[in-house]
Protein backbone atom coordinates (compact mmCIF):
# COMPACT_ATOMS: atom_id res chain seq x y z
CA UNK A 1 0.00 0.00 0.00
CA UNK A 2 1.57 3.28 -1.12
CA UNK A 3 0.31 6.16 1.18
CA UNK A 4 2.61 8.99 0.12
CA UNK A 5 0.93 11.87 -1.27
CA UNK A 6 0.12 12.40 -4.53
CA UNK A 7 1.79 15.23 -6.32
CA UNK A 8 -0.71 17.73 -5.84
CA UNK A 9 -1.13 17.14 -1.83
CA UNK A 10 2.47 17.47 -1.65
CA UNK A 11 2.40 20.80 -3.53
CA UNK A 12 -0.43 21.69 -1.00
CA UNK A 13 1.86 20.17 2.14
CA UNK A 14 4.52 22.70 0.85
CA UNK A 15 2.48 25.45 0.29
CA UNK A 16 0.97 24.91 3.62
CA UNK A 17 4.11 24.43 5.71
CA UNK A 18 5.57 27.96 4.13
CA UNK A 19 1.91 29.83 5.00
CA UNK A 20 2.25 28.46 8.96
CA UNK A 21 5.99 29.31 9.23
CA UNK A 22 5.71 32.49 7.55
CA UNK A 23 2.55 33.93 8.94
CA UNK A 24 1.47 31.37 11.68
CA UNK A 25 4.61 30.64 13.79
CA UNK A 26 5.36 34.27 14.46
CA UNK A 27 1.93 35.01 15.49
CA UNK A 28 1.23 31.95 17.48
CA UNK A 29 2.84 32.58 20.88
CA UNK A 30 1.08 36.18 21.04
CA UNK A 31 -2.35 34.84 20.01
CA UNK A 32 -2.12 32.37 22.32
CA UNK A 33 -1.25 35.09 25.28
CA UNK A 34 -4.77 37.14 23.67
CA UNK A 35 -6.97 34.06 23.51
CA UNK A 36 -8.03 35.06 20.08
CA UNK A 37 -6.90 34.55 16.66
CA UNK A 38 -5.54 37.36 15.20
CA UNK A 39 -8.23 38.80 12.36
CA UNK A 40 -5.35 39.64 10.06
CA UNK A 41 -4.48 36.03 10.20
CA UNK A 42 -8.29 34.41 9.37
CA UNK A 43 -8.09 36.62 6.62
CA UNK A 44 -4.88 35.94 4.72
CA UNK A 45 -5.85 31.72 5.83
CA UNK A 46 -8.89 32.61 3.23
CA UNK A 47 -6.62 34.31 1.09
CA UNK A 48 -4.30 31.44 0.55
CA UNK A 49 -7.63 29.36 0.05
CA UNK A 50 -7.13 27.49 3.63
CA UNK A 51 -11.00 27.00 3.95
CA UNK A 52 -11.46 26.16 0.61
CA UNK A 53 -8.95 23.06 0.25
CA UNK A 54 -11.96 20.08 0.44
CA UNK A 55 -14.64 20.87 -0.63
CA UNK A 56 -15.46 20.76 -4.78
CA UNK A 57 -14.62 23.66 -7.33
CA UNK A 58 -18.40 23.98 -7.87
CA UNK A 59 -18.92 25.25 -4.39
CA UNK A 60 -15.38 27.50 -4.22
CA UNK A 61 -13.46 24.91 -3.24
CA UNK A 62 -10.28 23.41 -4.79
CA UNK A 63 -11.22 19.72 -4.78
CA UNK A 64 -8.59 18.29 -2.34
CA UNK A 65 -11.03 16.38 -0.52
CA UNK A 66 -10.89 14.84 2.73
CA UNK A 67 -6.97 13.97 2.03
CA UNK A 68 -6.23 17.35 1.33
CA UNK A 69 -7.54 18.80 4.96
CA UNK A 70 -5.86 16.46 6.92
CA UNK A 71 -2.54 17.29 4.69
CA UNK A 72 -3.20 21.16 5.75
CA UNK A 73 -4.12 20.67 9.65
CA UNK A 74 -0.74 18.50 10.13
CA UNK A 75 1.19 21.38 8.69
CA UNK A 76 -0.71 24.27 10.66
CA UNK A 77 -0.63 22.32 14.11
CA UNK A 78 3.38 21.99 13.52
CA UNK A 79 3.36 25.46 14.47
CA UNK A 80 0.28 26.40 16.42
CA UNK A 81 -2.66 23.70 17.17
CA UNK A 82 -5.08 26.84 17.83
CA UNK A 83 -5.00 27.65 13.97
CA UNK A 84 -5.39 23.91 12.88
CA UNK A 85 -8.71 23.43 14.97
CA UNK A 86 -9.70 26.82 13.64
CA UNK A 87 -9.66 25.27 10.46
CA UNK A 88 -10.67 22.38 11.20
CA UNK A 89 -13.81 22.72 12.69
CA UNK A 90 -14.26 25.08 10.06
CA UNK A 91 -14.19 22.70 6.79
CA UNK A 92 -14.60 19.13 8.92
CA UNK A 93 -17.50 20.36 11.15
CA UNK A 94 -19.06 23.14 9.57
CA UNK A 95 -18.82 22.97 5.99
CA UNK A 96 -18.60 19.10 5.77
CA UNK A 97 -22.33 18.18 7.07
CA UNK A 98 -23.89 20.87 4.76
CA UNK A 99 -22.04 19.49 1.51
CA UNK A 100 -22.53 15.85 2.50
CA UNK A 101 -26.22 15.74 3.67
CA UNK A 102 -27.71 19.25 2.57
CA UNK A 103 -29.73 19.47 -0.22
CA UNK A 104 -28.56 21.41 -3.47
CA UNK A 105 -29.81 24.76 -2.92
CA UNK A 106 -28.35 24.48 0.63
CA UNK A 107 -24.98 23.83 -0.75
CA UNK A 108 -25.46 26.60 -3.13
CA UNK A 109 -26.44 28.90 -0.57
CA UNK A 110 -23.65 28.35 2.48
CA UNK A 111 -21.14 26.70 0.74
CA UNK A 112 -19.31 29.41 -1.42
CA UNK A 113 -18.90 31.77 1.33
CA UNK A 114 -17.74 28.93 3.69
CA UNK A 115 -15.07 27.64 1.33
CA UNK A 116 -14.18 31.78 0.91
CA UNK A 117 -13.69 31.81 4.26
CA UNK A 118 -15.63 34.92 4.35
CA UNK A 119 -17.72 33.22 6.69
CA UNK A 120 -17.00 30.13 9.46
CA UNK A 121 -19.60 27.82 10.13
CA UNK A 122 -20.16 25.79 13.58
CA UNK A 123 -20.90 22.12 14.85
CA UNK A 124 -23.33 22.07 17.92
CA UNK A 125 -23.66 18.62 19.34
CA UNK A 126 -22.11 18.82 22.40
CA UNK A 127 -24.22 19.65 25.82
CA UNK A 128 -23.53 20.85 29.42
CA UNK A 129 -25.42 17.22 30.06
CA UNK A 130 -23.78 15.18 27.50
CA UNK A 131 -20.57 14.48 25.86
CA UNK A 132 -20.10 11.36 24.73
CA UNK A 133 -23.39 10.50 25.75
CA UNK A 134 -25.64 11.61 22.83
CA UNK A 135 -28.88 9.62 24.38
CA UNK A 136 -28.50 12.55 26.98
CA UNK A 137 -28.98 15.21 24.42
CA UNK A 138 -32.00 17.69 25.82
CA UNK A 139 -32.25 20.36 23.02
CA UNK A 140 -35.49 19.73 21.56
CA UNK A 141 -37.42 21.64 18.07
CA UNK A 142 -40.95 21.02 17.86
CA UNK A 143 -42.51 21.33 14.07
CA UNK A 144 -45.48 23.80 13.87
CA UNK A 145 -46.13 24.03 10.63
CA UNK A 146 -42.96 24.57 8.21
CA UNK A 147 -41.11 25.84 11.51
CA UNK A 148 -39.33 24.17 14.14
CA UNK A 149 -38.82 25.79 17.30
CA UNK A 150 -35.99 24.79 19.17
CA UNK A 151 -34.95 25.02 22.94
CA UNK A 152 -31.80 23.79 24.42
CA UNK A 153 -28.40 24.55 25.06
CA UNK A 154 -24.59 23.81 23.54
CA UNK A 155 -21.24 23.74 24.62
CA UNK A 156 -17.67 23.99 24.15
CA UNK A 157 -18.57 24.73 20.65
CA UNK A 158 -15.54 25.76 18.50
CA UNK A 159 -15.71 28.86 16.03
CA UNK A 160 -19.44 30.22 17.02
CA UNK A 161 -17.83 33.28 18.54
CA UNK A 162 -15.87 34.26 15.54
CA UNK A 163 -16.72 38.01 13.89
CA UNK A 164 -17.71 35.88 10.70
CA UNK A 165 -19.12 32.91 12.40
CA UNK A 166 -22.41 32.74 10.34
CA UNK A 167 -24.26 29.41 11.05
CA UNK A 168 -24.02 26.25 13.35
CA UNK A 169 -25.47 22.92 12.85
CA UNK A 170 -27.39 21.93 15.61
CA UNK A 171 -28.32 18.43 16.64
CA UNK A 172 -31.87 18.30 18.36
CA UNK A 173 -34.27 15.59 19.75
CA UNK A 174 -37.48 15.89 17.18
CA UNK A 175 -39.20 12.84 18.81
CA UNK A 176 -39.05 9.21 19.82
CA UNK A 177 -37.87 6.64 17.59
CA UNK A 178 -40.03 3.13 17.43
CA UNK A 179 -37.19 1.39 19.60
CA UNK A 180 -37.70 4.32 22.19
CA UNK A 181 -34.32 5.93 21.82
CA UNK A 182 -34.40 9.85 20.78
CA UNK A 183 -35.20 10.55 17.39
CA UNK A 184 -32.39 13.56 16.46
CA UNK A 185 -32.70 16.09 13.60
CA UNK A 186 -29.96 18.34 12.23
CA UNK A 187 -30.82 21.81 12.08
CA UNK A 188 -28.73 24.58 9.85
CA UNK A 189 -29.46 27.45 12.52
CA UNK A 190 -27.98 31.09 11.57
CA UNK A 191 -26.03 33.37 13.78
CA UNK A 192 -27.98 36.15 14.75
CA UNK A 193 -31.59 34.17 14.51
CA UNK A 194 -33.97 35.73 17.45
CA UNK A 195 -33.77 33.25 20.44
CA UNK A 196 -29.52 32.06 19.60
CA UNK A 197 -27.38 33.39 21.82
CA UNK A 198 -23.57 33.16 21.60
CA UNK A 199 -22.52 33.27 24.97
CA UNK A 200 -19.18 34.71 25.72
CA UNK A 201 -15.27 32.77 24.72
CA UNK A 202 -14.64 30.05 27.14
CA UNK A 203 -10.61 30.19 28.89
CA UNK A 204 -8.77 27.20 27.98
CA UNK A 205 -6.06 25.71 29.26
CA UNK A 206 -4.86 24.72 25.39
CA UNK A 207 -6.07 25.79 22.05
CA UNK A 208 -6.68 29.40 23.46
CA UNK A 209 -6.57 31.37 20.38
CA UNK A 210 -9.68 29.34 19.02
CA UNK A 211 -12.92 30.62 19.81
CA UNK A 212 -14.82 28.28 22.25
CA UNK A 213 -18.68 29.39 23.08
CA UNK A 214 -21.68 28.23 24.72
CA UNK A 215 -25.14 28.01 22.84
CA UNK A 216 -28.32 29.09 24.39
CA UNK A 217 -31.52 28.56 22.21
CA UNK A 218 -34.65 30.08 23.25
CA UNK A 219 -37.46 29.68 21.00
CA UNK A 220 -35.83 29.63 18.07
CA UNK A 221 -37.65 29.25 14.62
CA UNK A 222 -35.97 27.66 11.75
CA UNK A 223 -37.53 27.26 8.49
CA UNK A 224 -38.09 23.76 7.53
CA UNK A 225 -35.91 24.41 4.61
CA UNK A 226 -33.43 24.30 6.43
CA UNK A 227 -33.07 21.03 8.01
CA UNK A 228 -30.19 19.62 7.39
CA UNK A 229 -31.02 15.75 5.46
CA UNK A 230 -34.18 13.58 6.50
CA UNK A 231 -35.91 14.14 9.95
CA UNK A 232 -34.44 11.72 12.46
CA UNK A 233 -30.96 11.10 10.19
CA UNK A 234 -29.64 14.01 12.07
CA UNK A 235 -27.42 11.57 14.72
CA UNK A 236 -26.55 9.10 11.89
CA UNK A 237 -24.98 12.47 9.97
CA UNK A 238 -23.21 13.84 13.14
CA UNK A 239 -21.65 10.50 13.76
CA UNK A 240 -20.58 10.32 10.22
CA UNK A 241 -19.10 13.79 10.62
CA UNK A 242 -17.58 12.62 13.94
CA UNK A 243 -15.71 9.35 12.20
CA UNK A 244 -14.54 12.25 9.67
CA UNK A 245 -13.61 14.68 12.41
CA UNK A 246 -11.86 12.02 13.98
CA UNK A 247 -8.83 11.32 10.97
CA UNK A 248 -8.62 15.17 11.31
CA UNK A 249 -7.92 15.52 14.71
CA UNK A 250 -5.59 12.40 14.13
CA UNK A 251 -3.42 14.66 11.32
CA UNK A 252 -3.58 17.71 14.15
CA UNK A 253 -1.67 15.27 16.64
CA UNK A 254 0.23 14.39 14.33
CA UNK A 255 1.55 17.82 13.36
CA UNK A 256 1.89 19.02 17.09
CA UNK A 257 3.99 15.78 17.44
CA UNK A 258 6.09 16.46 14.51
CA UNK A 259 6.59 20.46 16.19
CA UNK A 260 7.82 18.44 19.26
CA UNK A 261 10.56 17.11 17.47
CA UNK A 262 11.50 19.55 15.22
CA UNK A 263 11.93 22.18 18.57
CA UNK A 264 13.08 19.46 20.48
CA UNK A 265 15.95 18.41 17.61
CA UNK A 266 16.83 22.47 17.28
CA UNK A 267 17.57 22.80 21.07
CA UNK A 268 19.59 19.76 21.84
CA UNK A 269 21.90 21.01 18.91
CA UNK A 270 22.00 24.33 20.57
CA UNK A 271 21.71 23.70 23.93
CA UNK A 272 24.83 22.92 25.74
CA UNK A 273 25.61 20.96 28.86
CA UNK A 274 28.40 19.12 30.52
CA UNK A 275 30.76 20.94 27.95
CA UNK A 276 28.62 19.77 24.72
CA UNK A 277 25.23 20.09 23.18
CA UNK A 278 23.04 17.83 24.73
CA UNK A 279 21.94 16.18 21.20
CA UNK A 280 25.24 14.42 22.15
CA UNK A 281 23.89 12.95 25.05
CA UNK A 282 22.00 9.57 24.29
CA UNK A 283 19.02 10.08 26.41
CA UNK A 284 18.37 12.79 24.58
CA UNK A 285 19.16 11.26 21.71
CA UNK A 286 16.48 8.44 22.33
CA UNK A 287 13.65 10.97 23.56
CA UNK A 288 13.73 12.55 20.21
CA UNK A 289 14.01 9.29 18.12
CA UNK A 290 10.87 8.12 20.20
CA UNK A 291 9.16 11.31 19.34
CA UNK A 292 9.93 10.59 15.72
CA UNK A 293 8.85 7.22 15.80
CA UNK A 294 5.21 7.98 17.38
CA UNK A 295 4.85 11.33 14.60
CA UNK A 296 5.77 9.02 11.85
CA UNK A 297 3.62 5.89 12.90
CA UNK A 298 0.54 8.49 13.45
CA UNK A 299 1.05 9.65 10.27
CA UNK A 300 0.68 6.90 8.58
CA UNK A 301 -2.41 6.10 10.57
CA UNK A 302 -4.36 8.73 9.48
CA UNK A 303 -3.30 8.94 5.52
CA UNK A 304 -4.57 4.74 6.06
CA UNK A 305 -7.70 6.33 7.12
CA UNK A 306 -7.88 9.77 4.86
CA UNK A 307 -7.29 6.97 1.85
CA UNK A 308 -9.67 5.06 3.03
CA UNK A 309 -12.65 8.09 3.07
CA UNK A 310 -11.33 8.68 -0.19
CA UNK A 311 -11.88 5.66 -1.74
CA UNK A 312 -15.86 5.22 -0.33
CA UNK A 313 -14.55 2.26 1.53
CA UNK A 314 -15.58 1.76 5.30
CA UNK A 315 -13.08 3.51 7.50
CA UNK A 316 -14.55 3.75 11.60
CA UNK A 317 -12.16 1.40 12.72
CA UNK A 318 -9.16 3.45 11.19
CA UNK A 319 -10.60 6.11 12.29
CA UNK A 320 -10.57 5.33 15.72
CA UNK A 321 -7.35 3.77 15.67
CA UNK A 322 -5.82 7.23 14.06
CA UNK A 323 -7.07 9.18 16.39
CA UNK A 324 -6.47 7.24 19.83
CA UNK A 325 -2.72 6.54 18.69
CA UNK A 326 -2.03 10.24 17.27
CA UNK A 327 -3.40 12.02 20.34
CA UNK A 328 -2.10 9.77 22.75
CA UNK A 329 1.32 10.19 21.19
CA UNK A 330 1.16 13.79 20.77
CA UNK A 331 0.12 14.11 24.45
CA UNK A 332 3.23 11.73 25.47
CA UNK A 333 5.54 13.52 23.02
CA UNK A 334 4.57 17.39 24.36
CA UNK A 335 5.68 15.97 27.97
CA UNK A 336 9.12 14.58 26.59
CA UNK A 337 9.67 17.98 24.76
CA UNK A 338 9.10 19.91 28.32
CA UNK A 339 11.43 17.10 29.72
CA UNK A 340 14.07 17.92 26.75
CA UNK A 341 13.86 21.21 27.10
CA UNK A 342 14.16 21.35 31.26
CA UNK A 343 13.61 24.87 32.50
CA UNK A 344 13.14 26.66 29.57
CA UNK A 345 10.34 23.97 28.80
CA UNK A 346 7.98 25.27 31.78
CA UNK A 347 8.50 28.75 30.33
CA UNK A 348 5.24 30.10 28.66
CA UNK A 349 8.16 31.87 26.14
CA UNK A 350 8.79 28.11 25.34
CA UNK A 351 6.91 26.73 22.09
CA UNK A 352 6.97 23.29 23.73
CA UNK A 353 4.87 24.46 26.49
CA UNK A 354 2.14 25.63 24.35
CA UNK A 355 2.06 22.29 22.71
CA UNK A 356 2.22 20.55 26.16
CA UNK A 357 -1.13 22.91 26.79
CA UNK A 358 -2.63 21.90 23.82
CA UNK A 359 -2.10 18.63 23.65
CA UNK A 360 -4.45 17.08 26.16
CA UNK A 361 -7.69 18.05 24.53
CA UNK A 362 -6.98 16.01 21.54
CA UNK A 363 -7.56 12.70 23.96
CA UNK A 364 -10.46 14.31 24.92
CA UNK A 365 -12.56 15.89 21.63
CA UNK A 366 -14.10 14.04 18.81
CA UNK A 367 -14.21 11.21 20.87
CA UNK A 368 -12.62 10.66 24.00
CA UNK A 369 -9.78 8.01 24.21
CA UNK A 370 -12.13 5.91 26.08
CA UNK A 371 -14.64 5.98 23.47
CA UNK A 372 -12.39 5.33 21.02
CA UNK A 373 -10.65 1.57 22.35
CA UNK A 374 -14.84 1.04 22.76
CA UNK A 375 -15.38 1.68 19.18
CA UNK A 376 -12.15 -0.59 18.13
CA UNK A 377 -13.22 -3.42 20.78
CA UNK A 378 -16.62 -2.69 19.00
CA UNK A 379 -15.35 -4.10 15.95
CA UNK A 380 -13.30 -6.17 17.09
CA UNK A 381 -16.88 -7.97 18.16
CA UNK A 382 -16.04 -7.86 21.61
CA UNK A 383 -19.24 -5.87 22.46
CA UNK A 384 -22.88 -6.71 22.71
Same mark, same amino acid.
Given at each position: ????????????????????????????????????????????????? #??????????????????????????????????????????????????? !????????????????????????????????????????????????????????????? #????????????????????????? #?????????????????????????????? #???????????????????????????????????????????????????????????????????????????????????????????????????????????????????????????? !????????????????????????????????????????????
Amino acid at each position: MDLDLSPELEALRKRVRAFAEEEVAPRAAAMDAAQRLDDELLDRMADAG #LFGVALPEAYGGQGGGYPALCVALEELARVDSATAITVEAAVGLGQMPIYR !FGTEAQRERWLPALAAGAEIAAFGLSEPQGGSDTGAMRTRAELHGDTWVVDGAKSYITNAG #LDRSSLVTVAAVTGTRPDGRNEVTA #LVVPVGTPGFTVGPRRSKIGWRGAACTDLE #LTGVRVPLADQLGARGDGLRSFLRTLDEGRVAIAALATGLAQGCVDECAAYARRRTAFGAPIARHQAIQFKIADMELRAHTARLAWRHAAARIAAGRPFGREAAIAKLYASEAAVTSARDAVQV !FGGAGFMDDSPVARFYRDSKVLEIGEGTSEVMRMLIARHLGLTA
